[in-house]
């Protein structure tokens, strides 16, 4: 089978000679991101998640491991049958030890599977289903960055408390939008809101306007984007053309990144208030990584889920080199969740049983324009939700790997 628009790109970010005790496959740790390289999540990932992954194996420095690192990418196109099959190849013909990033829940979902199967490592930054450390955990996952938990109780609480008590959904018609609809619905309602509907939108769809019409005429408080990347900007943006805004309804971005917001404008999207897990601006060190990976990237500064894909591959070599060997997937995830968490980006931080890395997260407004003093200065934080608040209690969830 031909995968279009597959990256043949391949890093080899570390060269040496291989311990005589070490066990690596084929002598050289192969870790594949897959991401949207060409659609509506390219910016929130795509080649940028690749470059975050090389970022991450030169700053391990492979070589004082006795550790050969190859970093290879392909493009999924949002679609988890060619995941899956992508999987398979580079896990039975090409080497591959563990897979990072894969924005599209349904993709991820798909590749999980995989993943499972042939006892590999799954490092998920980009997609947000929250089942992944639920009732679709497996003893190959790790989820780092963020999930349709944290978002709606981020984002959801706030607004409720704030007056939006009244709520309208579009949601983007896969898992992915399924679930953050469903828990940001949860959380409404638990704060004494009430919803009024949904629209549900194919992926990548350019004309929201019947999709806004059924949200103005339900005149909800809130208006609330399940959705993300290229949708979400195209529905603010076209929001805005309505009159929605001006009519007295609100928008809740549920999941925005740097870029959108960089797209969309600070006159455009000024005042939205969304959970981040990461923000390029939040301390010195984070500064300092995104300056570097700016150089490298067009000047493009990163998103919270090329954050993710840095930290989480960081950590996996850690472990792998702890165990001298990528041999066995299952063994690599049991090490990540014996060894604490310590990057640049996140900080100290632990993996749970259930595969979720705990770490805070950031209730953030978008700057008015007159706030901000650049480029990519463009956000601000309202709140540091605690890393023990910001995820969904493990014993929620329904994962098969928690006992009691």
């Not at 690596?24 to 594949?32: A, F, H, L, M």
């Not at 470059?51 to 030169?58: D, G, I, R």
């Not at 798909?110 to 929250?130: P, R, T």
């Amino acid at each position: 089978m031909k995968f279009a628009r597959t990256l043949l790109m391949s890093a080899a970010v570390a060269l040496c000679a291989t311990a005589a005790h070490a066990q690596y496959t084929g002598g050289t740790v192969k870790i594949g991101v897959m991401s949207d390289m060409s659609s509506l999540y390219a910016d929130i990932g795509g080649p940028g998640s690749v470059l975050a992954a090389q970022m991450a194996a030169e700053d391990f420095d492979a070589a004082k491991h006795g550790m050969k690192v190859e970093v290879v990418s392909a493009d999924h196109q949002n679609k988890p049958d060619v995941g899956s099959a992508i999987a398979r190849k580079w896990f039975d013909q090409d080497g591959v030890d563990a897979i990072a990033d894969v924005p599209t829940s349904s993709v991820a979902l798909a590749v999980a599977d995989v993943v499972k199967e042939k006892n590999k490592v799954f490092l998920i930054s980009g997609a947000a289903i929250a089942d992944l450390t639920g009732k679709a955990c497996t003893p190959n996952n790790v989820h780092w960055t963020y999930d349709t938990w944290m978002l709606a109780h981020g984002t959801g609480t706030a607004i409720v408390k704030q007056g939006g008590t009244s709520w309208f959904f579009l949601t983007s018609d896969y898992a992915f939008g399924h679930a953050l609809e469903a828990d940001t619905a949860a959380v409404v309602k638990a704060n004494g809101g009430q919803v009024l509907g949904a629209a549900r939108h194919p992926l990548n769809t350019s004309d929201f306007s019947s999709f806004l019409l059924q949200a103005q005429a339900s005149k909800a408080k809130v208006i609330g984007l399940a959705n993300a990347g290229g949708d979400t900007i195209n529905s603010i943006k076209q929001a805005s053309e309505f009159g929605i805004v001006q009519g007295g309804q609100s928008l809740a971005a549920l999941l925005i990144f740097l870029t959108d917001i960089h797209s969309l404008g600070l006159q455009t999207a000024h005042g939205l208030l969304f959970t981040t897990a990461w923000y390029w601006d939040l301390n010195d060190p984070s500064r300092a990584w995104a300056k570097k990976f700016a150089a490298r990237h067009g000047g493009k500064y990163p998103t919270m889920g090329q954050a993710g894909v840095y930290a989480a591959v960081l950590h996996y070599l850690k472990a792998v080199s702890t165990l001298k060997s990528d041999a066995d997937g299952k063994a690599v995830v049991d090490e990540m969740k014996k060894l604490p968490t310590d990057d640049p980006l996140f900080g100290k931080g632990t993996i749970r049983a259930d595969g979720r890395t705990l770490h805070p997260a950031y209730l953030m407004e978008v700057k008015k324009p007159e706030e901000s003093k650049g480029e990519w200065d463009l956000m601000k934080v309202r709140q540091t939700i605690p890393a023990d608040q910001a995820f969904r209690p493990m014993n929620e969830g329904g994962c098969p790997l928690v006992k009691g």
